[in-house]
């Protein structure tokens, strides 16, 4: 299969979440903005479909469908609603360090109920001091027994207040290290909701952690492994962000495309206007570039999974994400452009994936870190 081809099975994956997206989705994305709070049915309505676990191997509950298959779901619902698509991409992020790292019992006792949707699961890394220099948290888990205790702060947190498993990252004696806290947890408390641009409906909060004590059987992989579980994560829920970005440019060209058709000035179409035919042109060749980085990003991890490694992967879901972030934000300016005033009014959508697009240039590393991961590859 080339790779800027869907397979049979992929384009039927394809199809099929782009109707669920079109007909059950679209029509609450304004509420969901406008209420900005988890979006639940949007939860029970993938959970449904099964598509919730999607990505999450079938053993556990999951569809078990590769990552390619993923990504055109996050890609179809991202189409018409940005925090939509938030629910299906946190929960893999949230549940990847456990799939990646965790032993045998941990994985059956949280990923099956994560996989079905009853349970809602967020990933816990940035600090106030430690964004992009991840080496830099503060947060500690220090060995009591059979326990961990953990005392810290995290931020920036999405599902945060909605989740109700948590995967920490803290640092140890021997290193980083990951674990999974249940919300309920002594000592683990949800602080302020923060007020956003965008993605208004996906919850970001802060999470305060103090003397709160996590069984040792919580913890994913051995002390110090948490570092090379971030960064495996990361290669891995990269191209989804990507192709969140790449949904909501398509969905912003598709509201502008139409609009053309139908708006009438001077007499005629405004789509005959060769100005505006040129932006057009643009917005069109620059999503198609996003889809070819994105859809082979999400191949590197297919075969990551098959052969057990891949030295391009790292380099490739950093160029997908960096680049199809920044045709997001470019193609959703142009689109409020091109409808002018009416792009400035949230009945019609576009200037709504705007404010959207702007967060997948810098959450799951800035584009900035991006282009230094890139460089470090090329010159490695």
């Known amino acids: 299969m080339s790779l800027f081809e ?200 802060q999470l305060y952690i103090e003397n709160c004590r996590v069984p040792e059987e919580n913890r994913i992989g051995e002390e110090g492994e948490g570092w090379i579980i971030a960064m495996k994560t990361f290669d891995k829920s990269r191209p989804t962000v990507a192709a969140q970005a790449l949904g909501i440019a398509q969905g912003a060209f598709d509201i502008a495309r139409e609009y053309l058709q139908e708006r009438e000035q001077f007499g005629k179409k405004i789509a005959s206007f060769q100005g505006l035919q040129f932006m057009l042109a643009d917005m069109a060749t620059q999503i198609e570039a996003a889809r070819g980085l994105v859809y082979r990003a999400a191949a590197k991890v297919n075969e990551l999974s098959s052969t057990g490694k891949n030295p391009e992967l790292t380099q490739a879901s950093s160029m997908a994400k960096m680049f199809a972030s920044d045709v997001a934000m470019k193609v959703t300016t142009d689109a409020v452009q091109l409808l002018g005033g009416y792009g400035y009014v949230q009945e019609y959508q576009v200037e709504r994936m705007m404010r959207d697009a702007k967060i997948t240039q810098i959450y799951e590393g800035t584009n900035q870190i991006q282009r230094m991961i890139i460089a470090k590859t090329l010159l490695k």
Request: a negative charge.
């Open 6 to 205: 869907l397979s049979k099975e992929h384009a039927e994956i394809k199809e099929t979440i782009h109707k669920l997206a079109q007909d059950k989705i679209k029509p609450m994305a304004i509420e969901i903005d406008e209420r900005g709070e988890y979006p639940r049915e949007v939860l029970n309505l993938l959970s449904e479909y099964g598509f919730i676990g999607a990505n999450m191997p079938e053993e556990y509950g999951g569809a078990g469908l590769d990552l390619l298959s993923f990504c055109t779901i996050v890609e179809e619902i991202a189409r018409v609603c940005a925090s939509s698509s938030q629910v299906i991409v946190v929960q893999e992020l949230g549940s990847l360090p456990i799939m990646i790292g965790a032993d045998e019992e941990l994985k059956q006792r949280i990923l099956p109920d994560v996989a079905t949707g009853k349970k809602v699961i967020a990933y816990a890394l940035t600090e106030p001091g430690a964004g992009s220099d991840v080496q830099s948290l503060s947060t500690r888990a220090e060995k009591d027994g059979s326990d961990y205790i953990l005392n810290g702060q995290k931020m920036f947190i999405s599902n945060g207040g909605a989740a109700d498993y948590y995967t920490v990252f803290a640092k140890t004696d021997k290193g980083i290290t990951a674990f999974v806290v249940d919300k309920d947890t002594p000592g683990f408390e949800v602080g302020k909701l923060e007020k956003k641009m965008g993605i208004k409906g996906s919850p970001t909060a």
